[in-house]
């Protein structure tokens, strides 16, 4: 039996002010781990971060940690994974986490969330990895972000395509489903 894959998910080290955005991070650990497809993730205990892992881990999935040395000292890394890398800086972690995932997924969150997200994305139009990106937007968390790559279409400097190559859905299943639709079958 082959490997499954496995999908890093960027997300926030809040909760939010809404309920459906935990609601959201949780279906999406719980289906990963129902698909066999492994969780890596920043590796905290904390905000929608933790409960992707919580649900992945109480669904049986594999889930992998990635974080940095400072925020680990913060004592915010989660004690139950399968396995918490440390690293000594953000890029070490980035990097690691791209190693380590056949896709990227986008849950709500702050700057870090959408960094992490965006460079990923950015290194697949670069030729640099060919791994699909995906958001999920929450009760239209992302409508906005969604706008503004829109708004970079119309003015020229962003290409069409590079927009309709990330997969959007409200929905966690249905986002997985769109980025094994979309040519990741390691991920469906």
Do not use: Q
């Not at 992998?64 to 915010?76: K, N, P, Q, R, Y």
């Not at 070490?92 to 870090?112: H, N, Q, W």
């Not at 950015?122 to 969604?146: A, P, Q």
Request: hydrophobic share 45%; glycine share 14%.
């Amino acid at each position: 039996m082959p490997t499954p894959s496995n999908v890093s998910v960027f997300c926030g080290s809040h909760l939010g002010d809404r309920p459906s955005y935990a609601e959201a991070a949780a279906t999406l650990g719980t289906v990963l781990a129902g698909r066999g497809v492994g969780l890596v993730y920043g590796g905290a205990s904390v905000g929608l971060m933790g409960v992707v892992a919580d649900a992945a881990l109480a669904a049986g999935g594999r889930v992998v940690g990635v974080i940095t040395e400072s925020l680990a000292d913060h004592e915010i890394a989660h004690g139950g994974l399968h396995r918490l890398e440390v690293t000594r800086t953000m890029h070490e972690r980035k990097a690691r986490m791209a190693e380590l995932s056949d896709a990227v997924i986008m849950l709500p969150g702050g700057f870090g969330t959408c960094e992490e997200f965006m460079e990923s994305v950015t290194w697949g139009h670069l030729g640099i990895h060919t791994k699909r990106s995906g958001i999920v937007n929450v009760d239209g968390f992302f409508d906005l972000f969604l706008r503004f790559m829109a708004h970079g279409v119309e003015r020229g400097f962003i290409r069409p395509d590079l927009v309709d190559d990330i997969a959007v859905s409200d929905d966690p299943a249905g986002l997985l489903d769109a980025l094994a639709t979309a040519g990741d079958p390691a991920i469906g």
